[in-house]
């Protein structure tokens, strides 16, 4: 059982940045291919990111290629999202997710993951 609780949201201005943080429970952290997820009001949950369980392979969506980083530090624990130069669209909920334990590292369809934190609110103002 792995959970995961996010940090970092806020309300930003356009062109601004911030950093989400997720803390992973557990000792096998290192083990789990990891991703970020959002959901805007009335759509569905869309992949941002995903992370290797290595951290040395990622994957964007189009839409935040060039301006979100995705990394983790596997001796704290931890997965990121640098988030620069937002936009008003990039407005949502923002999801941590965790595949389970040695399943495959290349996932983008958030059913394919089996833990999720409870979300941090990122609101971008034009």
């Known amino acids: 059982q792995v959970q995961l609780v996010e940090s970092g949201g806020g309300l930003v201005q356009a062109g601004g940045s911030l950093r989400l943080s997720c803390a992973a429970s557990?000792?096998?952290?290192?083990?789990?291919?990891m991703g970020w997820f959002r959901q805007a009001p009335g759509k569905e949950r869309e992949v941002v990111a995903t992370?290797?369980?290595?951290?040395?392979?990622?994957y964007y969506a189009d839409s935040v290629k060039g301006r979100f980083t995705i990394s983790r530090d596997n001796g704290k624990n931890t997965v990121y999202l640098q988030m620069n130069s937002l936009k008003p669209e990039d407005t949502a909920v923002y999801y941590c997710?965790?595949?389970?334990?040695?399943?495959?590292?290349?996932?983008?369809?958030?059913?394919?993951?089996?833990?999720w934190g409870q979300g941090t609110q990122v609101t971008v103002s034009s």
């Open positions: 997710a965790a595949r389970m334990r040695y399943y495959s590292d290349y996932a983008t369809d958030p059913t394919l993951y089996a833990y």
């Open positions: 557990g000792r096998t952290f290192s083990s789990n291919a």
């Open positions: 992370v290797t369980r290595s951290g040395g392979s990622t």
